[in-house]
């Protein structure tokens, strides 16, 4: 089996793949309106017709939860992205440069290391004010400097390869190896830390969410749906867990592809990561 | 029929209570009474704060130069008496005797420095009531001269409030701003220790000057935001008393034998702040179609599990100056598009609501934004905290807010002038009404509440044509108590006056 | 080693630097006036720029972050325009329950994860070694906030075993104060402790491959020497790394926890002053935030140099 077969095949990956089909046919899948309201229905239980029950206004919490899939792994993946470009640029250039700029950047990724993610990203997300993506740019921030520090460790132990050095006597100029040599061979620890960490992401947007600073109402986001069920929670136990299984499955989902892909694409890594991560 | 058998259980409710409350036969002395309350105030200097549920606390702390009987009349409080010598000239006589908790004396040189403290800008007193105050002259130890820049039969209403709560001025000088967390006033208990988001201890005045009042050696008020869970801890006896109790629990915690629950319509009400100084809610035609496309009792019922009544304007039933013959308007989706027309928005419009962020504030929102989603108005919500409300609400940039509560307050001068009045606190130049400024002023400047009642009835009735705002409903005030607490009433303020409470053994 | 340890603790000082400058331009960028949080909307245009000008708000920033840094040096954080509390006060009162929670999570997630992993490294690959991994993959997946709100519904409201939330002192009873603590302990350490666990695992099946233990074995010391003397002792310097950086995210973890279970700690303080945009008291938590993970890294190093026999050799 080829190790492309090998991961998408894999329990995490099609996870991963049903979460996204949801996402993208959302509005096809869901039985109802994830906004339209029923007064009447306020806090209804679970019935044939609205699976999951209505929430406080009698809105299907069901189609609220598909729905709400498009903005939670919307928000993860724009996160994702945001750190992987931000983190994976300057882990090249500190790794390349070693003079005061790598000393400064890197000074500046410990002091964001220090400070407790979910504050910073708490405040980073206060200041920009609500919205999926001011809470998405507020977790990438808060994730760059681990893609940072992971590029540049990297970036140092191939500088000390041969092909490196080969390269440049062979008068190949900076950009030139960093572009064609060194950037191909870091991308496959990117990914898999990126895999791990769209899970993480996911949890992050709940956590912003639950907090008050993430997604708005009437959106339905997953961290959103918690936040407002969870004052039921005696009345109407649906409210609060039917987001967080969904929350939960997504984390999951997302882990147990990075493992696969760490342990395909680099095994030595995954020996280091198993160590650290979480 | 569902509606009268909720009427009737109120009553029975009510009639419970005041046999409770009214049961003044057998006090006890001591115990500790545990209140329980979801928010912490956040000072406890009566002239600086300004949340309402900061007053279950000030109660007990401070005594007003007024005070509120339980039918919110005014009684005498560390004021004996007073008397309006001339339109602007009032004489207060005081209690004599009287020790603020520093063991410093209450006289007059104590009232005439605290009216000065907060009408001193350098205080940043939130108290506005007494700027109507010109200056308090000391004619003896125990008598006070209010002379007044604009005639008003009002003070003693404001001396009542926040305004006419007494601290120490000896404390205050020598804490300075720790004062707010370390109170010193004349009332019933003394404070004790406050420890941030968890308890605030309180112990009794031995010294107070009222015998019916201080039965209890200790109160304290538990700190416990997570409404669930404060509704679990007074069911499990670990909390006496809980103000404001969450609509979603009032039928569990009747069922339930070990306690009381008290509930009364209230005076205040949720609404949706509409800023009629700009478009689109300019135009009245647009304002007046948006109130008919709500169905206020299906919000009342769904959201806040029919505890209150649908409001039909911002004076309350439960107040005096109610006007018996104001309906809500129904929901009338024809008759709010063919206003829409009216205004010249036949096809709807976007607009943009600020939302506090409170739950109730949020959940009111989300609901009128589905409602009015039916006429074609689009309602985009923006939550805010309190600081970015106010931003906007200065700088009168916002279209709509579902914000601050207002209206819980005894006088409906209270209400309607900071509102409607042209030169009003929180309206500036929202929205004018040249007749409602002079009904509004001439009620301020009566003395009779007859006169004042038909004056407020005209004015509300201008204010309701104009669909000024949009009032949803008037929440009940509620409390819920151990049956061992006796001697709490609940009147329609909803404000913990805790001074005559003593427990049973 | 000393002048190692040295070393680190002096790099320290710039971090903390940059970590409060950082904070500090962050936090200037959220809109939200303090001048308006003290006088309300009530106030006069010239009423709020007299206060700002006392505040010092109407600064540019830079010149605000070198007074607020003068006084920091002294011990002065400020007082919250919100609360009138001096901000260091604010926090002190806060830090006792945040660090007994921390404490008490700590030791449940060392004890858990450890009891986990040991039983787990036992006989990889057994059942007991597959349970522990799913029980570990869930506890990493599970988000905080939800599993509290699990714990609660399940635990406390419906069972009443312990109290849903709220913080009893210590000094109000020792029994009431562990009985409020359990769930939010077993909140904070669920995900900690999974960590734990698996990397118990890793480095104790690691060790025991090494020939020295096989050797040992073979000349035949009980399991339990070999285990204690061998395995173990050197199983622990990556142990010891891992729960150094777990007890750095702590504080993290505190955020969720304290908000749900209403402990009065330096987590809630944080959301709370976030919230409603009180930059004094934000800037003096994360202060203390960071030095707390600051210390939880220089104990990892400390720990590492003096646990690692083959580091210590050097």
Redesign the interface.
């Known amino acids: 089996m080829s190790a492309g077969r090998r991961v998408v095949t894999s329990p995490g990956a099609l996870l991963v793949l049903a979460l996204v089909a949801v996402a993208m046919f959302a509005p096809a899948l869901a039985p109802h309106s994830p906004v339209m309201q029923r007064l009447e229905a306020a806090l209804a239980p679970p019935s044939r017709a609205y699976l999951l029950g209505g929430d406080e206004f009698g809105r299907d919490v069901l189609s609220r939860l598909i729905h709400g899939a498009r903005i939670s792994l919307g928000v993860a993946g724009l996160a994702i992205a945001i750190s992987l470009v931000a983190g994976t640029a300057v882990g090249l250039v500190t790794g390349v440069r070693r003079d005061w700029l790598d000393a400064a950047l890197m000074r500046l990724m410990d002091a964001l290391l220090t400070v407790p993610s979910l504050v910073l990203a708490l405040a980073v997300a206060a200041a920009l004010g609500p919205g999926p993506g001011n809470a998405a740019i507020a977790i990438g921030l808060v994730y760059i400097p681990h893609f940072a520090r992971l590029v540049r460790a990297q970036v140092l132990s191939l500088a000390e390869r041969e092909f490196v050095g080969a390269a440049r006597a062979l008068g190949a100029g900076e950009t030139r190896i960093l572009i064609r040599h060194i950037l191909p061979n870091v991308l496959p620890t990117v990914v898999v830390l990126a895999s791990v960490n769209a899970g993480f992401a996911i949890m992050w947007e709940a956590s912003l969410s639950f907090l008050g600073v993430g997604v708005q109402p009437p959106a339905p986001s997953w961290g959103a749906m918690l936040r407002t069920g969870y004052p039921y929670i005696e009345h109407a136990p649906w409210l609060a867990i039917a987001p967080g299984c969904a929350i939960l499955v997504a984390v999951l989902g997302f882990m147990v592809l990075g493992d696969r892909l760490q342990r395909l694409l680099d095994p030595r890594l995954a020996r280091t990561l198993s160590r650290g991560v979480a | 029929m569902r509606l009268d058998m909720r009427k009737a259980l109120i009553v029975t409710v009510l009639v419970l209570g005041l046999m409770w409350t009214g049961d003044l036969s057998a006090q006890q002395r001591g115990g500790t009474l545990r209140v329980g309350q979801a928010r912490s105030p956040v000072s406890l200097d009566p002239h600086l704060g300004v949340s309402l549920h900061e007053f279950h606390v000030l109660y007990a702390i401070f005594d007003g130069l007024v005070m509120y009987d339980e039918n919110l009349g005014l009684r005498p409080g560390l004021a004996e008496s007073w008397q309006r010598v001339d339109s602007r000239t009032w004489v207060f006589r005081l209690r004599k005797g009287v020790k603020f908790h520093d063991g410093t004396d209450f006289d007059a040189a104590a009232v005439k420095w605290n009216v000065e403290r907060i009408k001193n800008p350098e205080t940043r007193a939130r108290v506005r009531d007494l700027e109507v105050v010109d200056a308090v002259e000391v004619v003896d130890p125990h008598t006070v001269r209010f002379r007044l820049r604009t005639p008003t039969g009002l003070l003693p209403t404001f001396l009542a409030e926040r305004g006419g709560l007494m601290v120490s001025p000896a404390a205050v000088q020598r804490l300075g701003p720790d004062h707010g967390r370390q109170p010193i006033g004349t009332g019933p208990y003394r404070f004790v220790e406050w420890k941030a988001d968890d308890h605030i201890t309180l112990a009794r005045w031995e010294q107070y000057w009222d015998r019916d009042a201080a039965y209890l050696d200790r109160i304290v008020y538990r700190i416990i935001p997570d409404e669930s869970v404060l509704v679990t801890n007074l069911r499990g006896g670990q909390v006496d008393l809980v103000m404001d109790v969450p609509p979603k629990d009032l039928g569990g915690l009747k069922r339930e034998g070990s306690l009381a629950v008290h509930q009364r319509p209230g005076l205040g009400f949720y609404w949706i702040n509409l800023n009629s100084g700009a478009p689109p809610f300019d135009k009245k035609a647009v304002r007046q179609a948006l109130a008919l496309a709500l169905d206020r009792p299906a919000m009342l019922r769904g959201l806040y599990f029919g505890a209150g009544t649908p409001a039909a304007g911002p004076v309350a039933p439960a107040s005096w100056a109610f006007n018996g013959a104001l309906k809500p308007p129904g929901r009338d989706l024809a008759l709010a598009r063919r206003k829409l027309a009216e205004g010249g928005l036949p096809n709807g419009f976007t607009f943009k609501m600020l939302v506090g962020s409170t739950p109730m504030y949020r959940t009111n929102a989300t609901a009128v934004q589905a409602q009015l989603d039916e006429i074609g108005v689009k309602a985009e919500l923006e939550i805010a905290e309190t600081v970015k409300v106010l931003q906007q609400v200065v700088a009168r940039t916002y279209q709509a807010s579902s914000t601050i509560w207002i209206g819980l307050n005894p006088d409906p001068d209270l209400v309607l002038h900071p509102l409607y009045h042209s030169q009003g606190l929180f309206n500036k130049d929202r929205y004018r009404n040249a007749r409602v400024d002079e009904l509004l002023d001439r009620a301020r400047a009566a003395e009779g509440q007859d006169e004042r009642r038909a004056l407020y009835r005209d004015a509300v009735d201008l204010i309701v044509e104009d669909a000024a705002d949009l009032w949803l409903y008037h929440p009940d005030v509620t409390a819920a108590m151990s049956r061992k607490v006796r001697g709490v009433p609940l009147p329609a303020d909803g404000r913990l006056r805790i001074r005559g409470a003593w427990l049973e053994p | 080693m000393g002048a190692s340890i040295a070393g680190r603790i002096a790099l320290t000082v ?3 630097l ?2 409060s400058g ?2 500090f331009s ?2 200037l ?5 303090p001048v ?7 106030a006069s245009p010239e ?1 709020r720029q ?2 700002a000008r006392e505040l010092g708000t109407d600064r540019p920033v830079p010149v605000q972050y070198l007074a607020w840094l003068t006084r920091a040096l002294q011990g002065d954080l400020g ?1 919250s325009p ?4 001096p901000v260091v006060r ?1 926090i002190g ?2 830090l006792p329950p945040t660090l007994e929670l921390a404490g008490l999570g700590m030791a449940l997630a060392i004890a858990g994860g450890g009891i986990l992993g040991l039983a787990a490294a036992w006989r990889p690959g057994s059942w007991l070694d597959r349970l522990s991994l799913g029980v570990c ?2 506890g ?7 599993l509290g ?2 714990l ?2 399940g635990l ?2 419906h069972l ?1 075993l312990v ?5 009893v ?1 210590p000094r109000e009873g020792l029994v009431a104060n562990l009985r409020a603590m359990v769930l939010p302990a077993i909140t904070v350490a669920a ?2 402790g ?2 734990i666990a ?2 118990v695992r ?2 104790v099946v690691e060790v025991a491959g090494e020939t020295y233990v096989v050797t040992a074995r073979a000349k035949g010391l009980p399991e339990v020497a070999v285990f204690l003397r061998h395995v173990l002792r050197n199983a622990l310097a ?1 142990i010891l ?2 729960v150094g ?2 007890v750095g ?1 702590l ?6 926890t304290e ?2 279970f ?1 402990i ?1 700690g330096i987590g ?5 002053s ?4 009180d930059f004094l008291t ?1 800037q003096g ?2 202060l203390v ?2 030095v707390w ?2 210390l939880a890294n220089l104990a990892v190093d400390v720990l590492h140099l003096v646990a690692d026999p083959r580091i210590r050799r050097l």
Do not use: H, N
């Open positions: 710039p971090t903390l940059l970590v950082l904070v962050l936090l960028l959220l809109p939200g006036d308006l949080l003290i006088l309300g909307p009530e009423e007299t206060l007082r919100r609360t009138q509390q604010a009162e806060r993959t869930l990493v997946a599970v988000p905080t906030f939800w709100i699990l609660v519904l406390s409201l009443g109290p849903p939330s709220g913080y002192p995900t900690m999974a960590v698996r990397t890793a480095s990556p790394a891992v950086l777990q995210r504080m993290g973890g505190m955020v969720i908000t749900i209403a009065p809630r303080l944080a959301v709370d976030v919230l409603a945009r934000v938590v994360v935030m960071a993970v600051l």
